[in-house]
Each structure stands twice: as structure tokens, then as C-alpha cells.
């Protein structure tokens, strides 16, 4: 059963969109998470070690 190639070319072109915006927001907390995490640790090697 296929879909015409078009039809679908913009649906995954859409969805794509969606996903990447949600994709973006992801990566942007993961990189704070993993700045956050850096930084205590940092501090804690300087306070303890």
C-alpha cells in the first residue's frame, strides 16, 4: 500500500519540523544538565580533593 511520494515528502518534511523544535529544546537542557554537572564537579575536586 504506498502513499503518493509527495504527499508523504511533506508530511515527513512537517513532522520533521515539529520533532526538530522539540529536538532543539532537548539539546539545549542537556547541554545546561551537562554544563551544571561539569561545574559541580569542578567544585567539588577543588573543595574535597
Do not use: G, W
Amino acid at each position: 500500500m504506498r502513499v503518493n511520494p509527495a504527499e508523504e515528502v511533506i508530511h515527513s518534511k512537517r513532522f520533521q519540523h515539529r520533532y526538530q523544535r522539540r529536538l532543539n529544546r532537548l539539546m539545549r537542557i542537556a547541554a545546561i544538565a551537562l554544563a551544571a554537572v561539569t561545574t559541580y564537579a569542578l567544585i567539588f575536586k577543588i573543595v574535597f580533593f
